[in-house]
């Protein structure tokens, strides 16, 4: 079926620990994956994509694994500061379809 | 440069009301989507325009429309409202196969 899901709804860290933000889709099809930050009252807030040729991408202080094998996509933060607190969603396009299917997000927290 | 802007930021309808809610795009941008959210849930595609025409719609009844203007803003007009279309509505902006630029969305309250 078509859904792009999470394993955790909610994600605790420390200051300055690595956070990874796990993510699962379901259709094979799918070959474009991006991740979005929202905060409290905003709208999300692009952060980093990948395509499914590709296993790995890098930005700053995110890195974004895609495992097609297990249909799985990761996002991790490096040395995650108390700004990183929001819930973070995955989404995935497929081929010429326009829209964006969204998870339900993770909540990461970061405690100072 | 002004990101993608919405308006009203808040409001309130009671049921079987009509709302028009607006959205002028990123600067350089055309092509507008629109995504409701409601609480605790990820963005919902509604539909998306570009060149003035819905050229993508998701699982939504006809009670929500749209429109494009020739300056790219746009306009989501939602009929008969019920009290499950309560939810943060979200206007993306992008280049035809760009990035998406969200908005602060309108937050909208049927009661």
């Known amino acids: 079926g078509e859904s792009v899901g999470l394993h955790l709804p909610t994600l605790s860290v420390q200051e300055g620990d690595n956070s990874i933000i796990n993510c699962a889709y379901s259709n094979s099809a799918s070959d474009y994956f991006i991740w979005y930050k929202q905060e409290s009252g905003k709208g999300p807030q692009f952060i980093i994509d990948?395509?499914?040729?590709?296993d790995k991408r890098q930005g700053q202080r995110v890195t974004v694994l895609l495992n097609k094998t297990v249909k799985h996509l990761s996002l991790q933060i490096a040395a995650t500061q108390p700004g990183d607190s929001a819930v973070y969603f995955c989404?995935?396009?497929?081929?010429?379809?326009?829209?964006?299917?969204f998870g339900k997000g993770t909540l990461l927290t970061v405690n100072p | 440069d002004a990101g993608v802007t919405q308006s009203p930021t808040h409001l309130i309808k009671t049921r079987g009301q009509q709302v028009t809610l607006r959205c002028s795009p990123k600067s350089g941008h055309d092509t507008v989507s629109w995504y409701q959210q409601a609480l605790g849930q990820g963005p919902q595609f509604i539909f998306q325009?570009?060149?003035?025409?819905?050229?993508q719609r998701g699982n939504f009844p006809d009670r929500f429309s749209g429109h494009q203007f020739p300056n790219y803003s746009s306009e989501l007009n939602v009929n008969a409202l019920l009290l499950g279309d309560s939810a943060l509505y979200l206007c993306?902006?992008?280049?035809?196969?760009?990035?998406?630029?969200f908005g602060e969305g309108s937050r909208l309250t049927v009661l």
């Open positions: 325009y570009y060149e003035e025409e819905e050229r």
């Open positions: 990948i395509r499914s040729n590709m």
């Open positions: 989404a995935e396009r497929r081929g010429s379809n326009y829209k964006l299917t």
């Open positions: 993306a902006s992008s280049p035809i196969w760009g990035e998406l630029f």
